[in-house]
Structures are given as structure tokens and as C-alpha cells.
């Protein structure tokens, strides 16, 4: 089992900036990935960003790109995302998640979650 643990959501005004990290303890083996990604209400879960610790490939989608950034320290089995010029739009339950195999852009290739942290930006 793995245990992912989020930490650094919190409210802010529009074009503020916060911090997210996590941090994934338990499973002897590194992860392949891992992501971040966020639920706004009646919205589906959707991918934020990804990054693959062989090579360190990132991916963003569109509605990011160029505001936030991820990171991390694969060793350490720790990622962060960075989010600049927040947006209303941007507010949702923002999740952490570890991937084993499969596509890291991939929602479906995401085996283990967080419990999901707050991020709310006011206009």
C-alpha cells in the first residue's frame, strides 16, 4: 500500500500564488509518476499535472500551462505543484496521486490517491 499525504491548499485572491506538496510513503518500490489533479463540484476529476521520474517528463493541460509548475524528488518519493496567477477557475479539491505503470498523462494509470486538498481563489 501507499499513503500520500497533501498538504498546502488553502484560500486565495485571484493572480495569488500557493504551494502544493505531497508526500508518499509505504511501498518499497518507487513510483513510475506521479500527479496532480482536481475536482471542482459537479465537475469530473481531471489531470493538472504530471510528472514521470524516467526522463522527467512533465505534462500540464491546456488550462495550466505556463502558470503552474510540478516538481519533485523521485528518491524521496515527494512532488509539489506550484500554481502562479491563480484564477476562480482554479478552485477545486486538488488530489495527489502515484502511479506504477501505464501512461503518466493517463488518469487510469493512477493506482493510489491522497485524501485531496482545498485550493479556493476569490475574485
Known amino acids: 500500500q501507499v499513503q500520500l499525504v497533501e498538504s498546502g491548499g488553502g484560500l486565495v485572491q485571484a493572480g495569488g500564488s500557493l504551494r502544493l506538496s505531497c508526500a508518499a510513503s509505504?511501498?518499497?518500490?518507487?513510483?513510475?509518476?506521479m500527479g496532480w489533479f482536481r475536482q471542482a463540484p459537479g465537475k469530473e476529476r481531471d489531470i493538472v499535472a504530471a510528472?514521470?521520474?524516467?526522463?522527467?517528463?512533465?505534462y500540464y493541460a491546456d488550462s495550466v500551462k505556463g502558470r503552474f509548475t510540478i516538481s519533485g524528488d523521485n528518491a524521496k518519493n515527494t512532488v509539489y505543484l506550484q500554481m502562479n496567477s491563480l484564477k476562480p477557475e482554479d478552485t477545486a479539491v486538488y488530489y495527489c496521486?502515484?502511479?506504477?505503470?501505464?501512461?503518466?498523462?493517463?488518469?487510469?494509470?493512477?493506482?493510489?490517491w491522497g485524501q485531496g486538498t482545498q485550493v479556493t481563489v476569490s475574485s
Open positions: 510528472i514521470s521520474w524516467s526522463g522527467g517528463s512533465t
Open positions: 496521486a502515484a502511479s506504477y505503470s501505464g501512461t503518466y498523462y493517463s488518469i487510469g494509470s493512477y493506482d493510489y
Open positions: 509505504g511501498r518499497a518500490f518507487s513510483s513510475y509518476a
